[in-house]
Each structure stands twice: as structure tokens, then as C-alpha cells.
């Protein structure tokens, strides 16, 4: 075992399974670490968009992807106090509110109708299992349901081709975005 995976506090997956890169791993949390004990350069947006190339043999990818959200969601907090020492309470609230309305907005449409469809020839999600989410995600903003942001994070959809699915992206970007509203009202 080599020194890098001595020091680690990740496991490695078996030789011939893939997993996260565990230089590019090692050298990301470790800069990481440095820019937030120093509050210089690191947001929780560049964690919540980092990647890393798998490889045989590499670090297993649901303990880094905890450790990269627990991370991403003190930087979320953090961004959250410094905004209203900056600009105060009201300000913060008044950001919060526009941010609700603009998620309620989406969630308000018909089924079927929440997300553009998919492109011909591409893969999308399945309408129905996406519109579930949603129906889950309205009841918990008007505190009818409580979801765990986990479940957010972890959920994912059956694929369906092309116009009969909703476009990935977009309602990948919308889960983001819920997320991070969820992480600041924790």
C-alpha cells in the first residue's frame, strides 16, 4: 500500500473496479483544506462542480462524494453568515423568498409539463418518477412532508428516450438549486 493510501482517510475499490483518481482526490482535498482554513478561494460552488477521472483501483466514490457534501455544505453556511454580516438579515431573507419563488414557480406547472422535454435521439428522465420528486419536494416547501436532502442528492430517475422524457440537465440544475435552498435552511 502505498504511503498516499496509508494517509487517506478514503478506502480504495478492488484492482479491477474504477473509482475516483486518488492523486487528483488527494491533491483537491488537501488544497481544499488549506483555502478554507485560510478563507481564501474556495466556494461551495467549485466543490459542488468538481470531478475526477476514474481509474482502476481508485478511491471508492460514495465516501468521497460524502466528504465533498459535507464540505460543500459548510461552505454553503458559511457563504449564508457572511451574506447577512455583510448586507443583514432582511437582505438574506428577502434573497430566500425570490429564490422560493422562482423553485415554486416550476413546481406549480402541470404534470407533464414541469421541465422541457429531451431531445430526439437523447436520454431523458422519466416524466412520471421526475413529477413524484417534484410532488415530494412542494410538500416539504410547505411543510406538509419532511425530505431528507439526502434523498435529493441520492435520487435518481429510470432513462427515457428522447421528447417522452424531461431534459436531464434541466432538471438536474433544478435539484441543484433545491438543494443548495435546502442546505441554507438547515
Not at 478554507?36 to 465516501?63: H, M, N, P, S
Not at 422562482?102 to 406547472?109: C, I, S, V
Request: net charge negative; hydrophobic share 35%.
Amino acid at each position: 500500500m502505498s504511503k498516499t493510501q496509508t494517509a487517506s482517510p478514503f478506502n480504495s475499490v478492488a484492482k479491477r473496479d474504477y473509482g475516483y483518481h486518488p492523486g487528483q482526490v488527494d491533491e483537491f482535498i488537501d488544497s481544499s483544506r488549506q483555502a478554507y482554513e485560510t478563507e481564501a478561494g474556495i466556494t461551495a460552488d467549485i466543490v459542488q462542480e468538481k470531478t475526477f477521472d476514474l481509474v482502476r483501483g481508485g478511491y471508492r466514490t460514495d465516501q468521497v462524494d460524502q466528504v465533498l457534501e459535507r464540505l460543500e455544505d459548510a461552505l454553503r453556511k458559511a457563504e449564508r453568515d457572511e451574506y447577512i454580516a455583510t448586507h443583514g438579515q432582511q437582505a438574506w431573507d428577502l434573497q430566500l423568498i425570490n429564490r422560493l419563488e422562482d423553485l415554486t414557480e416550476r413546481l406549480e406547472r402541470p404534470r407533464g409539463e414541469k421541465f422541457r422535454p429531451a431531445n430526439p435521439g437523447s436520454a431523458g428522465y422519466d416524466v412520471e418518477e421526475v413529477d413524484v420528486c417534484m410532488a415530494r419536494v412542494t410538500s416539504h416547501l410547505n411543510d406538509e412532508e419532511h425530505v431528507r436532502l439526502k434523498d435529493i442528492r441520492n435520487v435518481t430517475f429510470s432513462n427515457e428516450k428522447g421528447p417522452s422524457g424531461y431534459d436531464e440537465a434541466q432538471v438536474d440544475a433544478f435539484l441543484q438549486a433545491v438543494i443548495e435552498l435546502l442546505v441554507v435552511l438547515d
